[in-house]
């Protein structure tokens, strides 16, 4: 390609240019309103937030979280009165019961899923702090890739959600009392959903090194660790990460992972994910016979909601992968908005289906009475933790740039130069979405 000349540049000037982290459009940014965000206008990710960044306000947040997690994991959240005794719940008490019978990978997940990601990430949040304060720029690189990689691991919510569904669960068996570590919890939740939404990486970034102190001639491939669009080159100018057009080896470490789930979903659905001994009586029940029965007890919303939960998310993003993979295989040229959407749904979804292994776990907890009533996971458990970890790894693995790549050969990046005025289009305002964050 020639060398490019400020006059090749489109109206304005290039530094209000910015490649789409999402499908590599080049965008003009334009001021946003607080509270709105600006959303690419061909594939729909989210680019910015607008508004002016308080990053003090998430400082503030995080220290709240770090000081709720006393409270929300070392009182009990809920107690049963089991034959005349209290039995109390807290939320690591179940992983270590779990690990104690031998199930330790399951612990280890469901523990790293409630208290370790979302642990890391509100710690990070402050270590971030205190590089940007203190100009340490390896503990900024380090806090700033764990908020981004684990902030899609943290599930509170969906703890939250199995707290209650345990609860329906033991209604008939016991009285339910509710613990203070349940408030605990809840604020809990509510302030991480207000740092993960809160937080962007590439306003820390900017913080430490803003983007009109680089005065780039052009911008061709996009930082996914800083989100700095810049000229071509091995390293990310700014964070030092390595820069990629596309992900290495997406395609066949998704295909890896989506291979792995399919196997693993089998197990899973075939041999019995929990076994309850009551009154000498044993009952294995598999995930499909676990919503029949409840079906059966008249528990039908709680059955939906495991249903939707364990067996249609799983498979639905098995398909949706799947057929992602496939249309970029056979380069489907039509459908690319949509299959974004799937993308985006994809990687939404996903976290929900780990909810039967938290019942599983809070069950164990609370029933381990080996005289009338007991509980123990069973292995389709192992299986089904397998399945929740590769689809998530799948749907992460995926690099959405490449569901774009075939677009129609004018607006395609590769064949047209990065910023000739054509593709370049000003983000829009789409506020009802909120799918994905910078
Ligand atoms: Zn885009
Ligand atoms: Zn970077």
């Given at each position: 390609?020639a060398?490019?000349t400020?006059?090749?540049?489109?109206?304005?000037?290039?530094?209000?240019?910015r490649?789409?982290?999402?499908?590599?459009?080049?965008?003009?940014?334009?001021?946003?309103?607080?509270?709105?965000s600006?959303?690419?206008?061909?594939?729909?990710?989210q680019?910015?937030?607008?508004?002016?960044?308080?990053?003090?306000?998430?400082?503030?947040?995080a220290?709240?979280?770090?000081?709720?997690?006393?409270?929300?994991h070392?009182?009990?959240?809920?107690?049963?009165?089991?034959?005349?005794?209290m039995i109390p719940?807290?939320?690591?008490?179940?992983?270590?019961?779990l690990m104690?019978?031998?199930?330790?990978?399951l612990?280890?997940?469901?523990?790293?899923?409630?208290?370790?990601a979302?642990?890391?990430?509100c710690?990070s949040?402050?270590?971030?702090?205190?590089?940007?304060?203190?100009?340490?720029f390896?503990?900024?690189?380090?806090?700033?890739?764990?908020?981004?990689?684990?902030?899609?691991?943290?599930?509170?919510?969906?703890?939250?959600?199995?707290?209650?569904v345990?609860?329906?669960?033991?209604?008939?068996?016991?009285?339910?009392?509710?613990?203070?570590g349940?408030?605990?919890?809840?604020?809990?939740q509510?302030?991480?959903?207000l740092?993960?939404?809160?937080?962007?990486v590439?306003?820390?970034?900017?913080?430490?090194?803003?983007?009109?102190?680089?005065q780039?001639?052009?911008?061709?491939?996009?930082?996914?660790?800083?989100?700095?669009?810049?000229?071509?080159?091995?390293?990310?100018v700014?964070?030092?990460?390595?820069?990629?057009?596309?992900?290495?080896n997406?395609?066949?470490?998704t295909?890896?992972?989506?291979?792995?789930?399919?196997?693993a979903?089998?197990?899973?659905?075939?041999?019995?994910?929990s076994?309850?001994?009551t009154n000498?009586?044993r009952?294995?029940?598999?995930?499909?016979?676990?919503?029949?029965?409840?079906?059966?007890?008249?528990?039908?919303?709680?059955?939906i909601?495991?249903?939707?939960?364990?067996?249609?998310?799983?498979?639905a993003k098995?398909?949706?992968?799947?057929y992602?993979l496939?249309?970029?295989?056979?380069?489907?040229?039509?459908f690319?908005?949509?299959?974004?959407?799937?993308?985006?749904?994809?990687k939404w979804i996903?976290?929900?289906?780990?909810?039967?292994?938290f019942v599983?776990s809070?069950?164990m907890?609370?029933?381990?009475?080996d005289?009338?009533l007991?509980?123990?996971?069973?292995?389709?458990a192992?299986?089904?933790?397998?399945?929740?970890?590769?689809?998530m790894?799948?749907?992460?693995?995926?690099?959405p740039?490449?569901?774009?790549?075939n677009?129609?050969?004018?607006?395609?990046?590769?064949n047209?130069?990065?910023?000739?005025?054509?593709?370049v289009?000003?983000?829009?305002?789409?506020?009802?979405?909120?799918?994905?964050?910078e």
């Amino acid at each position: 390609m020639a060398q490019q000349t400020k006059t090749d540049l489109p109206e304005g000037n290039s530094e209000t240019i910015r490649l789409c982290q999402g499908c590599e459009l080049p965008v003009e940014v334009v001021p946003v309103a607080r509270g709105k965000s600006a959303y690419c206008p061909r594939c729909g990710t989210q680019l910015y937030r607008g508004g002016t960044p308080s990053l003090s306000g998430n400082l503030a947040i995080a220290i709240t979280c770090l000081l709720l997690f006393i409270p929300s994991h070392f009182f009990e959240f809920i107690s049963i009165r089991l034959v005349g005794v209290m039995i109390p719940a807290t939320l690591p008490a179940g992983t270590l019961t779990l690990m104690s019978e031998g199930f330790v990978v399951l612990g280890l997940l469901i523990l790293f899923c409630s208290s370790i990601a979302p642990l890391l990430v509100c710690s990070s949040v402050v270590t971030a702090h205190l590089a940007l304060r203190y100009r340490w720029f390896k503990l900024l690189k380090y806090s700033l890739v764990l908020v981004q990689q684990l902030k899609h691991w943290v599930m509170l919510d969906v703890f939250l959600i199995s707290i209650a569904v345990s609860c329906f669960k033991l209604q008939d068996y016991s009285d339910i009392f509710v613990g203070p570590g349940l408030l605990g919890l809840v604020m809990l939740q509510l302030t991480t959903v207000l740092l993960i939404t809160r937080v962007s990486v590439r306003r820390y970034w900017e913080a430490w090194r803003g983007e009109d102190t680089f005065q780039f001639k052009k911008k061709q491939v996009h930082c996914h660790s800083c989100h700095l669009s810049q000229p071509e080159g091995d390293h990310c100018v700014r964070c030092g990460s390595e820069l990629h057009h596309r992900m290495p080896n997406s395609v066949q470490k998704t295909w890896a992972y989506l291979i792995a789930a399919t196997v693993a979903i089998f197990p899973a659905n075939l041999i019995p994910i929990s076994i309850l001994i009551t009154n000498g009586k044993r009952l294995e029940d598999t995930i499909f016979s676990g919503v029949a029965s409840l079906v059966n007890t008249d528990m039908l919303g709680i059955a939906i909601i495991i249903f939707v939960a364990s067996i249609v998310v799983p498979v639905a993003k098995i398909l949706g992968l799947g057929y992602l993979l496939l249309a970029i295989k056979f380069k489907r040229k039509v459908f690319h908005k949509q299959r974004m959407m799937i993308y985006f749904a994809v990687k939404w979804i996903g976290k929900w289906s780990v909810m039967d292994l938290f019942v599983i776990s809070i069950m164990m907890t609370l029933v381990d009475r080996d005289q009338i009533l007991n509980f123990t996971p069973g292995f389709g458990a192992v299986a089904f933790g397998a399945v929740v970890v590769f689809t998530m790894l799948a749907a992460e693995s995926l690099d959405p740039r490449l569901i774009w790549d075939n677009y129609s050969k004018r607006e395609s990046f590769q064949n047209s130069s990065p910023i000739t005025p054509k593709p370049v289009k000003s983000a829009s305002n789409q506020n009802e979405k909120e799918l994905e964050h910078e």
